[in-house]
């Protein structure tokens, strides 16, 4: 009797991608998330007889910076293809994309390792530009459904991966480093939420050691990482419960409602669509120089500086993930680093204080008040022991309000640390006093008390007391 044991998940992923663009791809309309339906239309969105389409320049840079970002082949001439299907979002009755000939092919992510999972190189297959359809809205208008075609024309990327994915968290952690590629691009700001980022997910089972692929069936519209991984294992349960029933998968279209997936359509093969070329639109065709140009301005992507922030600056395989989880963060520390001389102690105030800041906030570092330069001037006070590690996180909450300098602060709010032997030990004398039980125990011997006495003495100051001559100040009492 064989066991799920026996099976081999088998995963390809399509994951569609908005560019950054202001207007879409084949007319002037604006692209603008949470305008008034149908606002944004005009006669080519909306299909209207003698309009016909032009291709945003903008958008091809973009997808083209995408495609060489992901280490694809970008081909100088591709064409644009009609593909023919109904939905009643979609004013055309067919889809401007492409088919045989894609801007793009040969392209791979390498997989960052995290935990027991090793990293793994997916292969891409095709990076192709496509229009957006509109949108069906079902929860608006009691016993209706609305279309809003705002959406309708906005430009996209398909980016299609080979079925080289064998486990729900080799899919999440492609998917993550492919956001992490785009957003460090910047060719989209891959907000799932908003839908400029969504997922097909193509699942398959096939025994142990089989080359040939099952039959698969795709779960479309996936808007989470999450919900990626929860999606593909109860499907591949599904595939195997089947198969070991004796009966066969049916090749259709699946949705996801967070806990199951339940079918929807058969799923189409490429004939049903009824591919042909675009007659409006002439094949794309870049020179050469312009690639090179895109080329040369890519900025460093994540592996690299992944790689850079390893070797330059000593950090743990961690401190670089957090830190390189978005290039604005990235950006952050590293002129941090060079600001304050001290490249783990920036880390740990990124990765603790600032990040902190930003969650309780919703604050993009982009929009933070606190300048990494100024923070840097915060770091030299500590290490220069103008103050103390305390007061500078009294000072770096000021900055966040007042936006003033760090130095002009602690000398407002009496910050500067203190290491005035009589003021010291005039602190440590009213401790003494208010704590008689635990001063006497302390010259009795227990030593573990030390702690407790400084840790007075710095609420008492403040936080101002030079903690190091307060150590030494209290541990002669114990002698």
Partial sequence: MSTAGDWELVVGLEVHVQLKTRT????????????????????????????LPVANAHAVELATRASLALGCTLHPMSIFARKNYFYPDSPKGYQISQFDQPLATDGFIDTVPRGDFPPVRIGITRVHMEEDAGKSIHDRFPGVSAIDLNRSGTP??????????????????????LKLILEYVDVSDVSMEEGSLRVDANV?????????????????????????????????????????????????????????????????????????????????VLEQAWIDRIRDGLTELPAARRRRFTAAFGLSA??????????????????????????????NWVMGDVLAQLKQTGQDIADFPVAAAALGDLLRLVRDGTVTLTSAKRVF???????????????????????????????????????????????????????????????????????????????????
């Fill in 156 to 177: 996209l990327v398909e980016i299609v991966s080979e079925p080289d994915i064998r486990s729900a968290e080799q899919a999440g952690s492609y998917l993550r480093e």
């Fill in 318 to 347: 961690y401190d670089v993930d957090v830190l390189t989880s978005s290039p604005r963060i990235a950006e952050y520390f590293e002129t941090l680093a060079s600001a304050s001389g001290e490249p783990k102690t920036a880390a």
């Fill in 397 to 479: 909450a000021q900055m966040i309000v007042s936006g003033d300098a760090p130095l002009d602060i602690a000398n407002r709010e009496g910050l500067i640390k203190v290491d005035d032997d009589s003021q010291l030990s005039a602190w440590i004398k009213e401790v003494l006093a208010e704590m008689p039980d635990e001063a006497a125990r302390f010259r009795g011997g227990e030593k573990r008390l030390q702690g407790v006495l400084i840790g007075a003495v710095m609420k008492k100051s403040k936080g101002r007391a030079d903690p190091k001559m307060v150590s030494q100040l209290v541990a002669r009492l114990g002698t």
């Fill in 204 to 284: 398959s089972a096939r025994r142990r050691g089989a080359t040939t692929l099952g039959t698969k069936t795709e779960i479309k519209n996936l808007n989470s990482f999450s919900g990626v991984e929860r999606a593909i294992d109860v499907e591949f349960a599904r595939h195997v419960s089947l198969l070991e029933a004796g009966e066969p998968i049916v090749q259709q279209t699946m949705l996801w409602d967070g806990v199951n997936v339940r079918p929807t359509r058969s799923k189409e093969g490429s004939h049903d669509y009824r591919y042909f070329p675009e007659p409006d639109l002439p094949p794309l």
């Fill in 24 to 51: 879409k791809l084949f007319c002037g309309c604006l692209v603008q998330f949470g305008a008034q339906p149908n606002a944004n239309t005009c006669p080519v969105c909306l299909a209207l007889p003698g309009a």
